[in-house]
């Protein structure tokens, strides 16, 4: 397919939405990405090659769709609006390796679906639910290489963040134990129709075969990790002792803290995986 033939190229793009009376929808936070460099950017931060099967979330009229089908062996294209549907199957008409999916991702069996192939999923995902989709990928172990996505910046911020910044907090620890997180790109809003209000970032989180650090119950340290930045503003032994899922007194924190050489009114902010690893560690020795 020639690349000015393609969605990427902007006048391509509005064509099919005249073409197709398409009408955004804001319920689902569609903005199509319409420049070549940006996708270019994807593609070979994703690493995508013919070897690999690839699970696009949100493909919208297919403008990143397009160029997964020209580089990847296998293209799994999962679109939540059914009204565009028909449109991917004119756009992608010229490709063979796309299957295209009517479905919510977050209701998706993803394995199901790919047949347990080792994926490599790619998205320009849409800004109010990009944190619910990351999670539940990551929560879910699906079977995947890596997971590249466009986000809103501040997000790709957030993902990467390191202790004691402003950005830094529950996601980024959770991004990090799962994956080990790569800025790759930023992205400004005139690459997209409509524009955003905000700017936007490629970020390639590649699965770790096992976490870079070891805990005795990951379930608790993700409740330590929650409630220690439900509040920042709140102590650690505080922000524990108030959240509903923990049955942790301030007291047994701060033995916790004193046992690993911490200040006791040290907040979550500071600590850094490995030490939310050996809290939750110490926490659950003490229980027994």
Do not use: W
Not at 112 to 138: C, D, F, H, Q
Not at 248 to 265: F, N
């Amino acid at each position: 397919m020639k690349k000015e033939e393609m969605l990427s190229n902007p006048r391509v793009t509005i064509d099919a939405i005249k073409k197709y009376d398409f009408t955004f929808q804001k319920k689902f936070g569609q903005n199509f990405l319409i420049d070549d460099h940006v996708i270019d950017k994807i593609i070979a931060a994703a690493e995508i090659t013919k070897d690999d099967t690839v699970l696009e979330i949100g493909p919208g009229m297919g403008n990143l769709t397009q160029h997964l089908a020209e580089n990847a062996g296998k293209v799994y294209a999962v679109e939540i609006d059914k009204k565009l549907i028909p449109i991917l199957s004119e756009t992608l008409s010229s490709f063979d390796n796309v299957e295209i999916v009517n479905g919510d991702i977050l209701k998706t069996d993803i394995a199901e679906l790919t047949g347990g192939a080792r994926l490599k999923i790619v998205a320009n995902l849409p800004y109010y639910i990009t944190t619910p989709i990351i999670m539940s990928l990551l929560e879910n172990h699906v079977p995947a290489e890596s997971i590249t996505v466009m986000v809103q910046k501040e997000v790709a911020d957030r993902m990467a963040a390191s202790p004691g910044t402003k950005d830094y907090g529950a996601l980024s620890l959770a991004v990090q134990y799962y994956t080990e997180p790569y800025l790759a790109a930023n992205v400004p809003p005139n690459c997209f129709i409509p524009r955003p209000n905000v700017g936007s970032a490629v970020i390639r989180m590649k699965i770790h075969d096992k976490p870079p650090v070891e805990v005795k119950d990951e379930k608790l340290m993700f409740s330590l990790i929650k409630a220690s930045f439900g509040e920042r503003r709140k102590t650690l032994q505080n922000g524990i002792n108030n959240f509903p899922d923990l049955d942790i007194s301030k007291e047994e924190v701060a033995e916790a803290l004193r046992t690993m050489g911490l200040d006791e009114l040290i907040r979550g902010e500071k600590l850094s995986l490995a030490q939310f690893a050996e809290l939750a560690d110490v926490l659950y020795d003490n229980s027994k």
